[in-house]
Protein backbone atom coordinates (compact mmCIF):
# COMPACT_ATOMS: atom_id res chain seq x y z
CA UNK A 1 0.00 0.00 0.00
CA UNK A 2 1.17 3.59 -0.65
CA UNK A 3 -0.51 6.71 1.07
CA UNK A 4 -0.42 9.81 -1.50
CA UNK A 5 -1.84 13.38 -1.79
CA UNK A 6 -3.89 13.84 -4.76
CA UNK A 7 -3.57 16.56 -7.58
CA UNK A 8 -6.75 17.02 -9.69
CA UNK A 9 -7.15 13.66 -12.12
CA UNK A 10 -9.88 12.26 -13.10
CA UNK A 11 -9.20 8.58 -14.57
CA UNK A 12 -10.78 5.59 -15.96
CA UNK A 13 -8.97 2.32 -15.37
CA UNK A 14 -8.46 -0.01 -18.38
CA UNK A 15 -6.75 -3.11 -16.72
CA UNK A 16 -6.03 -4.61 -13.08
CA UNK A 17 -7.28 -4.10 -10.08
CA UNK A 18 -7.02 -2.59 -6.56
CA UNK A 19 -8.74 -0.35 -4.09
CA UNK A 20 -8.23 3.62 -3.28
CA UNK A 21 -9.11 4.52 0.37
CA UNK A 22 -9.83 8.47 1.14
CA UNK A 23 -8.76 9.67 4.27
CA UNK A 24 -12.77 10.06 5.71
CA UNK A 25 -12.93 6.41 5.03
CA UNK A 26 -14.53 6.17 1.46
CA UNK A 27 -12.99 3.48 -0.58
CA UNK A 28 -13.61 3.05 -4.01
CA UNK A 29 -12.66 -0.55 -6.05
CA UNK A 30 -10.45 -0.30 -8.75
CA UNK A 31 -11.24 -2.87 -12.24
CA UNK A 32 -11.95 -1.91 -15.75
CA UNK A 33 -14.52 0.33 -16.31
CA UNK A 34 -14.85 1.83 -12.97
CA UNK A 35 -14.47 6.10 -13.57
CA UNK A 36 -12.40 8.20 -10.59
CA UNK A 37 -12.06 11.70 -10.02
CA UNK A 38 -9.27 13.15 -7.27
CA UNK A 39 -9.73 16.33 -5.66
CA UNK A 40 -6.29 18.46 -5.44
CA UNK A 41 -5.65 17.30 -1.85
CA UNK A 42 -7.56 14.67 -1.19
CA UNK A 43 -5.15 12.46 1.27
CA UNK A 44 -5.56 8.80 -0.21
CA UNK A 45 -4.41 5.63 0.33
CA UNK A 46 -3.61 2.69 -2.82
CA UNK A 47 -3.72 -0.84 -2.94
CA UNK A 48 -3.23 -2.79 -6.24
CA UNK A 49 -3.72 -6.17 -6.15
CA UNK A 50 -2.82 -6.69 -9.81
CA UNK A 51 -1.00 -3.46 -12.06
CA UNK A 52 -3.66 -0.86 -13.13
CA UNK A 53 -3.47 1.16 -16.68
CA UNK A 54 -5.69 4.00 -16.87
CA UNK A 55 -6.18 6.94 -18.88
CA UNK A 56 -6.41 9.78 -17.52
CA UNK A 57 -6.48 13.64 -17.34
CA UNK A 58 -4.60 15.64 -15.54
CA UNK A 59 -5.23 19.51 -14.63
CA UNK A 60 -2.19 21.32 -15.04
Known amino acids: MAEDVEREEVFLVLSGSGAI ?19 AGDRTTWQVDTPLRKLYLMQA
Open 21 to 39: TFADGERIELRPGVGVRLR
